[in-house]
Every structure is written in structure tokens, then in C-alpha cells.
């Protein structure tokens, strides 16, 4: 009958979305560019790999206003992926400039804990939210959107942080401030907002996952 026709088509849009939007796109495009990061930084190409990092800077600026103001370019996939693609970006930065004994292992080690617990935490949230049955064509499909991520305030600071103290440190080489004090000054900051972050998470918990169909 006509009155139940807006609410199943309610509950497909709300379970099946296309994840092909222009955000997403430049998300999984800063993904590609992480492992391109890394081999220049190991490799001490520092001049190179301080402008590959803007451009990767750039699709992180663009994905997100393009979301906020289209709104058939916002998805619940977009919620995951965009913190993701920060992640792994960050990560691989961190553990390459490690490697070129720019950033103390203690520090790139906090940050990656923190990271995987987090990531752990989303495959967790997706199984959990995803209807049944509950397959590995399902559940990998990212079609099909179960929940939508709200990164709290700490976090959003954090990953600031974290992208400060990457581009000062990819410049350090080129500008000659290796031995810094503000460098590692610019490390304390991070451990703290790195530990803020990860007690955000862990205290608000829930209010940090909107779930957009449990049934």
C-alpha cells in the first residue's frame, strides 16, 4: 500500500549508499599516498616528500568541505574513511620518520597503540552494527553503511597536532632545525594530546557512534 512506501524506501537508503563520492575518492587517494611518503622520507628525499605531503594535505582540506556542503557527497562510509586514511597516513609518517631519526620511538609508539586500538575498534563497530547475516561479502562491502563515526574534539586537535609536528619535522632536515628545542617541545604537546585523545574515545565511547540501522 502508498503509506509504507517512504519508509522502506527509508530503510533501504539507510543500509545501502554509493561509495563512490568525491571525498572518498580523495581519501583512498591520500591512502596511495602513504606508502609513496614513506620510501621518499627512508630513501632522505626531504625536499620531495615535504611537497607530497601538501598535496596529501590538500585532499584532506578538500574531502572534508566538499562533504560539508554538498550533501550527496557525505556518506557514513566518508565518516570512517576520512579518520582512516589520517591514520594510516599519520602512521606510516611516524614510522618513517622514525626511521630517519627525526621522531623518538617512544613517541611513534604511543601513536601507533593508540591507532590500532582505534582501528580495532571500528571493525568491532561494524561487526556489531551490521544486520544479518552477518558475511564477509556484507560486512567488506562498503555499500553497505551500518554506522557513522563522530571523532571527538580532543581528536580532531590531536590529529592537528600530529600533522604540525610531521610537516616541522619533514622541514627540519631541509631548514636546518634538526636539534631544535620548539621540535621537542612540539613531542611533549603530541604525547599529551595523543593520551587526551585516546582517554576521549575510551570515556565518551558511545556518543563518539551514530548507528544508522541496528535492525
Known amino acids: 500500500p502508498p503509506p509504507s512506501r517512504p519508509e522502506v524506501c527509508t530503510f533501504r537508503l539507510s543500509q545501502y549508499e554509493n561509495p563512490w563520492t568525491i571525498p572518498n575518492i580523495l581519501s583512498m587517494a591520500r591512502m596511495g599516498l602513504a606508502p609513496v611518503l614513506g620510501y621518499l622520507i627512508v ?9 607530497v605531503f601538501v598535496l596529501a594535505g590538500i585532499t584532506d582540506l578538500l574531502d572534508g568541505f566538499i562533504a560539508r556542503n554538498w550533501a550527496n557527497q557525505k556518506s557514513a ?27 623518538p620511538v617512544s613517541l611513534t609508539s604511543m601513536i601507533i597503540l593508540r591507532d590500532v586500538a582505534l582501528i ?10 551490521l544486520s544479518p547475516p552477518r558475511t564477509l561479502s556484507r560486512y567488506f562491502n562498503p555499500c553497505y553503511a551500518t554506522a557513522q563515526l563522530k571523532p571527538t574534539f580532543i581528536s580532531k586537535m590531536n590529529t592537528a597536532v600530529h600533522l604540525i609536528l610531521v610537516a616541522a619535522s619533514l622541514a627540519a632536515p631541509v631548514f636546518n ?34 548507528v544508522i540501522n541496528n535492525k
Open 120 to 129: 580495532a575498534a571500528v571493525f568491532y563497530v561494524r561487526y556489531k552494527t
Open 43 to 51: 630513501e632522505e628525499n626531504f625536499n620531495v616528500a615535504l611537497g
Open 177 to 210: 632545525y634538526v636539534d631544535s628545542i620548539y621540535l621537542q617541545t612540539l613531542w611533549c604537546i603530541t604525547a599529551l594530546t595523543t593520551i587526551s585523545s585516546a582517554y576521549s574515545y575510551y570515556h565518551y565511547g558511545r556518543k563518539t557512534v551514530q
Open 77 to 103: 562510509l566518508g565518516s570512517a574513511l576520512d579518520p582512516l586514511a589520517d591514520k594510516i597516513l599519520i602512521s606510516v609518517l611516524y614510522v618513517s620518520l622514525t626511521c630517519a631519526n627525526l621522531i
